[in-house]
């Protein structure tokens, strides 16, 4: 989770990196790369620079490869999770001072992919891949001609599909007529059913393997009907949760309020650890215990102090600084980033956006 914000944060400020023609540098080198391969590169493409015509381009390339090379020369070995560098000159305004860029980072997770680029802009792609959460929680809401679906990572909900599918109401009339009109809305639901199936597949089965869980909602018996008619693939079906959550909308209100549910069906998930821990911050608060505390000034007095067993705080806080992410590394603390979009995220909001669950 630390290493994860940490990330976040750095290629937040690399990305806000502006520069001009070739005076960005990236290099990122996967774990299963030679360093002796990856210095013999850098020098070859030290000595090409002689062939840039670009005086400035030269000399701002030249400059940041020879103090990648200068870093690589001190290395033993690549990290086991490979690193990345990030090294340029941004020009100042107005003739100003330029500005030398120079970021070394070790991901938290292994680099894939060796990559070399000069340009305007850092190459951070692979990156802010790893500040994600890899797993996912698809929730599909279903009415009658109706389909929701939104994508649950971590604590984030993202609309991904609201659409309408034509189906006839319901007749009155009585006799023959009847019977062959509901026959026909009969068969345009389960085109309906098929039609979501089939969405399902294109949207999930590319990457699976990400996929944790489907979670059902909306109007229960549509749910269930479209789960034994809507022909979904046996890989998806698996995936299936068991309980249906019903619904008062089926759009993006309604994803919301799934999503308050699915935490407590699925319970390996984050909103669900984040519930926890809150629930437990407010019981022990409730109890007038010592044993939680909260505000700025109060948390970071017991943090520096090495109290801090849970720290909580919101992830648009200002306090969530590299002084803070500091002090939680060095006292072991777990940090948990809560959503702005949860119900515990809005509820921390009101105490001042930090509070902690202390050792003692």
Same mark, same amino acid.
């Given at each position: 989770?630390?290493?994860?914000? $940490?990330?976040?944060r ?5 990305k806000?990196?502006?520069?001009? #023609?070739s005076s960005?540098? *990236?290099l990122t080198v ?10 013999g590169f ?14 400035v381009?030269r000399?701002?390339v ?6 990648i090379l200068s870093e &690589? =020369? ?14 340029g000159i941004q020009?100042?305004?107005g003739?100003? =001072? ?5 970021e070394i980072?070790?991901p938290?997770?292994?680099? *894939?992919?060796?990559v070399?680029?000069?340009g ?10 790893m500040? !994600?959460?890899?797993?996912?929680i698809?929730i ?7 389909v929701?679906?939104?994508y ?5 909900m ?7 599918y034509y ?6 009339a009585?006799? #023959?007529?009847a019977?062959?009109?509901e026959?026909?809305?009969d068969g ?6 098929k039609?979501?199936? @089939? ?5 999930l089965l590319p990457n699976i393997?990400n ?8 109007? *229960?018996?549509r749910a !269930?009907e479209f789960?034994?008619?809507?022909? &979904?693939?046996?890989?998806?079906r698996?995936?299936?949760?068991e309980t249906i959550i019903?619904?008062? !909308? ?9 999503m308050?549910e699915?935490?407590?069906i699925?319970k390996? *998930?984050?909103?669900?650890?984040e @519930? ?7 019981e022990n ?8 505390t909260?505000?700025? @000034?109060?948390?970071?007095e017991?943090?520096?102090?090495g109290r801090? #067993?849970?720290?909580?705080?919101t992830?648009d806080?200002?306090?969530?600084s590299?002084?803070l992410? $500091?002090e939680?590394?060095n006292f ?10 949860t119900?515990?995220?809005s509820? &921390?909001?009101?105490?001042?956006g ?7």
């Open positions: 989770m630390l290493d994860r914000y $940490q990330l976040k750095k290629i937040a400020e690399l806000a990196f502006k520069g001009r #023609q960005f540098t *990236t996967p774990p299963n790369k030679a360093l002796a391969d990856v210095i850098v020098r070859a493409e030290l000595a090409g620079c002689e062939n840039i015509k670009s005086r381009n000399r701002n030249a400059d940041n490869l020879t103090a &690589l =020369t001190k290395m033993k070995s690549v990290p086991e999770n490979g690193i990345a560098f990030f090294y020009e100042g305004e003739g100003g =001072t330029n500005k030398e860029i120079r980072l070790v938290p997770a292994p680099i *894939t992919q060796f070399y680029i000069c305007r802009e850092f190459a951070v792609e692979e990156l802010e891949g500040t !994600q959460p890899k797993s996912l698809v599909v809401l279903i009415e009658g001609g109706k929701t679906i939104g649950l990572r971590g604590k984030h993202e609309l991904v599909r609201d659409e309408d189906i006839i109401g319901k007749t009155r009585g006799g #023959q007529s019977r062959r009109y026959h026909i809305r345009l639901m389960l085109d309906f059913f039609h979501v199936g @089939r969405m399902l597949g294109e949207l393997q996929v944790d869980a489907i979670v059902l909602g909306g109007n *229960t018996i !269930q789960l034994e008619k809507g022909d &979904l693939d046996y890989r998806l698996l995936k299936v949760a019903p619904v008062s !909308q089926v759009d993006e209100i309604g994803l919301y309020e799934a308050k699915a935490s407590r699925l390996e *998930t984050e909103i669900y650890a @519930r926890q821990a809150w629930d437990a911050f407010l608060l409730m109890k007038g215990s010592s044993a939680v909260y505000g700025r @000034r109060e948390v970071m017991a943090l520096k102090a801090v #067993q849970s720290l909580m705080i992830e806080s200002p306090d969530l590299d002084e992410l $500091q939680v590394s072991g603390t777990e940090l948990m980033v809560f959503s702005s979009q119900e515990s995220g509820q &921390l909001k009101g105490f001042g930090i509070a902690a669950i202390l050792r003692w």
